[in-house]
Each structure stands twice: as C-alpha cells, then as structure tokens.
C-alpha cells in the first residue's frame, strides 16, 4: 500500500494576506494530487507523500507550511486531492520537531525578605543607629523566564541542572544574564509526541534571574571567636559577663570592633555562601 503518483494541480491555487498579531500575514494555498494503489490506505500514508509541517514554500522565502489537508475523491478510493496552506506567520515551527525554535515567556515572581539596606544602599537602623531586631520584610520581584523547546527524549542532564545556577554569562530573551543570576527553579517534560514520524518530548524550562545573583549572604556575627588561632573562644561584654546576643566579626574570626564602640553598619561584614552547583547555562537548549 504506497501512493503511486502526487503532483501538483493548479485547481483550487490561492493567496491572500490579513491582519494578525499586528502584522500582515501572508498566505499561499497548494493543492496536489495523489494516487494510491490501495483503497485502504489511511490519510497519513498520502500525506506523508507530500510536503512536511514546517517545509519552507518552494517560490515564496519565509513561507512556511502550517497546515496539511487530504479529501478523497468521490468518484474514486484511490485518488486524493491535498491542500497544503502556506504562512509566514512564522511561529519557529520546522520540518523536524527537533529543529523547532525554543518559545520563551516571561513573568514575575514574588518573594519576601528582611530588609536592612534601603533603596539607596543606606542600612534600615533605629533611632539609636542599630539595626532592627526584626528588620521589616518588603516584597522583591524577580523575572522568570520559562523556554519550551522539543528534545529527542528525557535529557541526560536533568538531574546534574536541578537547583543549579550559571556559570557564565548568556543572553535569554533580551535580557543579558550575568555569572549567578539565573537559576533552574523547575523542569517539566511532557508526553511524547510525533511530527512528519519524528517522536519527541516537549521540555519546559523555569529560569528564576536575580539582579543580586543567587550566592547566599550572611551578616559575620557569632557569640564566639577565634583568637590566635583558637576557635570557639567565648566573646565577653565591657563587663566581663559572656554575651547572650551574636556580635559582629571581621571575616576572620575575630570581634569586628571594640567592646566599648561597636562596628558602624557599613562595617559589617557579610560572608558569601555559595550552595548552589554552579553549571554552564550555555549548553542547555534555550534557544
């Protein structure tokens, strides 16, 4: 069962163009003629005689078949007339599935945090100059990018990239993403599926970016510290007594400041706490 002739007819050519997604849309219609030697043979074998979803139009550049029809003839099993409707509404869609242009959207994604620095970088302190024992919590917003692009099966690394963040610097939907700034925050894999006999398994990507990157900071304090070399050495007040509330320390160990003048707030120091793998976003499929 194959089909033994498909040519083109001029019967039922078309054109036309329209206003969609504001722009024009261009559209070109072709129709053939197909022949099988079986009654029996289903539309996908006459289909699958004719151009593929996603085949360039072979006159008109940036055209690309979107749609695929194939009608029986009355008066015959054995003869089919298929249409083939051609766009350059062009969507990223391709011959092989796995060719397809990534999609990306954007949203937003809301978390709360304490704040201690304002706006303009100035520490959020009291009226006695000392930071809140409770800072406020504010809003932060941050961009999420999700990319879905067609793969050939479940990618080998789906598990190496969960958590992970970059490790050098890409571009992703506009934007210019530096060195700890995105960060996989899910990965979703869809059902298989099949294009023009091709299997394929549609991936979706969430890519959390954070202007402040994604390193972990914490402000340097502790009720202990670590003189010449000895850790755990217990830090005393102006008293003598032990201290009951962490104080701040220098990066080193050490007590930031003195027992009689504490550190000022732009003194504090804060420690990088990387706790994310840290892997090139370069090699995944986002584009």
């Known amino acids: 069962m194959t089909v033994v002739s498909f040519d083109e007819i001029h019967e039922g050519r078309e054109g036309g163009d329209s206003s969609e ?81 990534a999609k990306t959207t954007r949203s937003t994604d809301t978390r709360t945090e304490m704040a201690e620095y304002d706006k303009d970088g100035y520490a959020i302190l009291n009226s006695a100059g000392d930071f809140y024992v409770d800072n406020p919590k504010v809003e932060r917003t941050d961009w999420v990018i999700k990319v879905k692009k067609n793969l ?12 992970a963040i970059n490790s050098d610097g890409f571009w992703l939907d506009g934007l210019p993403i530096y060195v700890r700034q995105a960060k996989i925050k899910g990965i979703s894999i869809g059902e298989w599926e099949q294009r023009n006999d091709i299997w394929f398994r549609p991936v979706e990507i969430n890519i959390g970016i954070r202007t402040r990157t994604w390193v972990c900071y914490v402000k340097d304090h502790g009720l202990y510290e670590k003189i010449d ?25 050490l007590r930031l400041g003195s027992i009689d003048e504490p ?25």
């Not at 072979?58 to 078949?65: E, I, K, N, V, W």
């Not at 050939?152 to 958590?163: E, K, L, Q």
């Not at 830090?235 to 009951?244: A, E, L, N, R, S």
């Not at 990088?272 to 584009?287: C, D, G, I, N, R």
Request: charged share 25%.
């Open 21 to 101: 997604h504001r722009r024009r849309a261009k559209r070109e219609i072709r129709r053939f003629r197909a022949i099988t030697n079986s009654a029996y043979d289903a539309t996908a074998i006459v289909l699958g005689s004719g151009p593929l979803l996603g085949a360039p139009h072979p006159t008109y550049a940036g055209m690309y078949c979107r749609d695929r029809k194939a009608v029986n003839e009355r008066f015959s099993k054995l003869v089919w007339i298929v249409t083939c409707t051609y766009s350059n509404d062009y969507d990223g869609l391709s011959d092989n599935p796995l060719n397809d242009v």
């Open 152 to 163: 050939d099966g479940v990618p080998t690394w789906i598990d190496s990239y969960r958590d």
């Open 229 to 253: 070399g000895w850790p755990h050495m217990r830090i005393h007040d102006k008293d003598g007594q032990y201290v009951t509330k962490p104080v701040a320390l220098d990066g080193t160990g």
């Open 263 to 287: 550190p000022a707030p732009n003194e504090i120091v804060w420690n990088a706490h990387y706790v994310y793998p840290e892997l090139p976003f370069s090699l995944l499929p986002l584009w």
